[in-house]
């Protein structure tokens, strides 16, 4: 059975950071792509940052230079680095976990962590 587990969101002042932590177990994880989504209250979901089997990465305009995205497939963990966190980066932060980048959005979700940045 196929678990993806975020966790580290919070509170955080902007211009702050924080690390998000995406787990996942039931599956060869070092084969698979990951993507970090983001989702505001009646929008659609954003994805912002993904990253290949190979470690490719890509980001989108909004948090380009500000979030790095990196995996560890000894822990089967990806992680999404947040800095120079804006109030605009609030949202439930989601990982999406699939076999390739074309198939991205389609596969296995976790419950998402929620990311709030206010003074």
């Known amino acids: 059975q196929v678990q993806v587990v975020e966790s580290g969101g919070g509170l955080v002042q902007p211009g702050g950071s924080l690390r998000l932590s995406c787990a996942a177990s039931?599956?060869?994880?070092?084969?698979?792509?990951i993507g970090w989504y983001r989702q505001v209250a009646g929008k659609q979901r954003e994805l912002v940052a993904r990253i290949t089997s190979t470690s490719s990465t890509n980001y989108s305009d909004s948090v380009k230079g500000r979030f790095t995205i990196s995996r560890d497939n000894a822990k089967n963990t990806v992680y999404l680095q947040m800095d120079s966190l804006k109030p605009e980066d609030t949202a439930v932060y989601y990982c999406?976990?699939?076999?390739?980048?074309?198939?991205?959005?389609?596969?296995?979700w976790g419950q998402g962590t929620q990311v709030t940045v206010s003074s």
């Open positions: 999406n976990v699939a076999i390739t980048i074309a198939t991205l959005g389609s596969g296995y």
């Open positions: 039931g599956i060869t994880f070092r084969i698979y792509a």
